[in-house]
């Protein structure tokens, strides 16, 4: 088990340096850069710029230097913002995008999960299509078009919930909602289909030949069977949503990190872009490796081996 | 003779399809006695482990029982709830299926599928139960009891998967065990030691059984008293002994002309039988054997026959006093 995690880390750190370097020369084959824009600096004025943040040099030594550096977890100043850290730029918005993303993955299991399982249970009849039609517009409906709706009906006529920032705990309830509501869906209809397919099992025939009660052979036998798909998309799930939305977090006003990551672009903020992309890349992997690990705590018959991912 | 433990009276069950009412078993009666084991024999179809299932009330989805009774140590189990019927499966009625490799829940030991049957119904710690459970797979003669109780059921071969099944069904020693198909789906030579199992543990339990099999060889070997089910009825019953030697149903000799012989060098063939079952999505009025029946007349269309007979009995015309006498019907096919 420890040399599978530690085996399964080291591939990861493999995977990160091919992502840094993969960004790296394709940000840097963008024309365009950090210190262009509509008004012209003077030649000497971006010269020492270039100079400063060592822009000058050739492409393949600004590369080792950069990897030189997150060799020791800092990843540089933003060009963008003098003075500002691309390791404090993350440390301010991902409190931010963590509470907002956290809260979503809790309402997309708690929400998604039981949905699912009552649609299964009450298969065609009322609760059933119900579910199944929400989710339907769940999936369909894009989450700009789910969180703007929701700020006009419920911020804007019904003066419930603020319609921006996260000053008040009501303030959570949309960003959370149009976070979520696509998984919430995505979840219930993965959730249903599976259970489903193993309430037709033959060993749920034998656990009702034993006499079980009817929430021990649902949870014991049919939830744990069926869910094997839902942990499976549960892990790129949370890594998409603690990572944060540039959408949801622009139309809420949300300071998180999502947001940053797509000016660091249009900015061409080099050390923001490449320091988020990291970031996100070891999240995703992280997820990932835990989703490998719980399938082997879910299903017995998958076995954990040298040879990896 | 003892009173019966179990006794279906008029059993009908229907699966209610998009293309109609399937309709699995059409009014079938039978008793199980105490200590004794009845078979059930019948082609894929005929209604044998639906009839099995149905007292249960074990059906899959879009099965439902239309009409008569199961009186089980003197309680109606088709009228129980829900939890007074689960209080007696696996407690009082134990079940074996077909296929041991879909019939155990893979992400589970099966020391905890055994266990769990032991505390459903009986006030036992966990270590009771665990006790129980060793104790089980003593009995069913899994090897290092105690070790494979920690195994998951992949880590089994299929005639081990079986014993663990029997294990299952036997936790809270039953007074009868429906053992549907239970060697079916194993190897023949697996095939033998299962059954010997089943019938040493049966005498020594001193429980009742129903098996369940589409094989004649090994009705002939375990039961006491066999049940010929075809098109969703009971065709003919009789002591073993009985049925092989006197079958008074054309389809039983049928049957029994289709099994090879294997002390028989005269390189006989076999004789299948002609046809196919009926459709029981709108079944004959008559008897269902007719079309492939080589005896058929035309009373046979037009009415189903009853039982006639006592201890061994026959849904067949032929039967009938005033029926003209056909000499060949005990010939097992030439």
């Known amino acids: ?309 | 003779m003892s009173a019966p433990i179990l006794s279906v009276r008029d059993l009908a069950t229907s699966f209610f399809t998009r293309r109609g009412e399937v309709q699995a078993v059409r009014g079938v009666s039978f008793d199980v006695r105490q200590g004794e084991i009845l078979g059930l024999v019948g082609e894929s179809g005929s209604g044998k482990s639906i009839t099995c299932m149905s007292v249960l009330r074990l059906l899959k989805a879009g099965g439902r029982i239309k009409s008569g009774s199961a009186t089980f140590e003197g309680t109606d189990i088709l009228s129980l709830d829900e939890d007074a019927l689960s209080d007696l499966r696996g407690n009082r009625i134990g079940v074996i299926f077909q296929d041991p490799m879909t019939s155990l829940n893979p992400t589970l030991t099966v020391g905890d599928q055994v266990m769990e049957a032991v505390r459903r119904h009986r006030k036992a710690s966990a270590a009771e139960a665990r006790a129980r459970a060793i104790e089980l797979f003593e009995l069913v003669r899994i090897p290092s009891a105690a070790k494979r109780l920690n195994s998951y059921p992949h880590e089994f071969s299929g005639g081990m998967r079986q014993r663990v099944m029997i294990a299952i069904a036997l936790a809270c020693d039953p007074k009868l065990l429906i053992a549907d198909e239970p060697t079916t789906a194993l190897d023949v030579t697996i095939q033998r030691q299962i059954l010997a199992l089943l019938k040493d543990l049966q005498r020594r339990l001193g429980m009742s059984v129903i098996l369940i099999t589409h094989d004649l060889g090994v009705i002939a070997e375990v039961t006491d008293r066999v049940l010929v089910l075809y098109g969703g009825l009971v065709m003919e019953t009789a002591p073993v002994r009985d049925l092989f030697a006197r079958p008074a149903h054309p389809y039983t000799v049928g049957l029994l002309g289709a099994v090879p012989d294997l002390r028989d060098d005269t390189h006989k063939r076999l004789t299948p039988i002609p046809g196919s079952p009926p459709n029981m999505l709108s079944p004959p009025p008559g008897c269902p054997f007719t079309p492939r029946c080589p005896h058929a007349m035309a009373q046979c269309m037009a009415a189903l026959p009853p039982l006639f007979g006592a201890a061994h009995q026959s849904r067949c015309w032929l039967q009938h006093p005033d029926a003209p006498k056909v000499d060949a019907i005990h010939e097992v096919a030439a």
């Not at chain 1, 040399?3 to 990160?16: D, E, P």
């Not at chain 1, 600004?62 to 963008?80: M, V």
């Not at chain 1, 009906?153 to 960003?175: E, I």
């Not at chain 1, 998409?240 to 660091?264: K, M, W």
Request: aromatic share 12%; proline share 5%; net charge positive.
């Open chain 1, 1 to 309: 088990m420890l040399t599978y995690i530690l085996n399964r880390l080291g591939m990861m750190l493999v995977t990160l340096w091919a992502i840094v370097t993969l960004t790296f020369f394709l940000m840097h084959a963008v024309p365009g850069g950090p210190f262009v824009s509509e008004r012209m600096l003077a030649p000497e004025i971006a010269a020492a710029l270039n100079a400063k943040y060592g822009l000058n040099l050739p492409i393949w030594e600004q590369y080792l230097n950069y990897l030189g550096r997150i060799l020791t977890f800092d990843l540089g100043p933003s060009f963008k913002y003098p003075g500002v850290s691309i390791n404090s730029m993350i440390a301010a918005g991902l409190p931010v995008t963590l509470q907002t993303g956290l809260l979503a993955v809790i309402c997309v299991v708690a929400l998604g999960v039981p949905l699912g399982v009552i649609a299964a249970l009450n298969r065609n009849r009322w609760p059933d299509t119900t579910v199944m039609f929400i989710a339907t517009l769940g999936v369909a409906i894009p989450s700009y078009v789910i969180a703007t709706v929701s700020i006009y009906v419920f911020a804007l006529r019904l003066g419930w919930v603020p319609t921006f920032g996260l000053d008040d705990w009501r303030g959570y309830f949309l960003p959370v909602f149009a976070l979520s509501g696509f998984w919430i869906s995505f979840v219930s209809r993965l959730t249903r289909s599976s259970l489903l397919e193993t309430l037709d099992q033959d060993y749920m025939t034998t656990a009702r030949a034993k006499g079980l009660r009817k929430g021990q052979i649902l949870i014991k036998h049919g939830l744990r069977n069926s869910l094997l798909p839902v942990v499976t998309v549960l892990g790129p799930v949370v890594a998409n949503l603690i990572t944060g939305s540039f959408v949801i977090e622009q139309i809420f006003a949300l300071p998180g990190i999502g947001r940053q990551f797509v000016l660091s672009i249009t900015n061409r903020d080099y050390t923001a872009i490449m320091g988020i992309t990291i970031f996100y890349a070891a999240v995703l992997m992280l997820m990932i490796l835990i989703v490998d690990l719980l399938y082997v705590w879910l299903d017995p018959r998958i076995k954990l081996t040298k040879a990896t991912a």
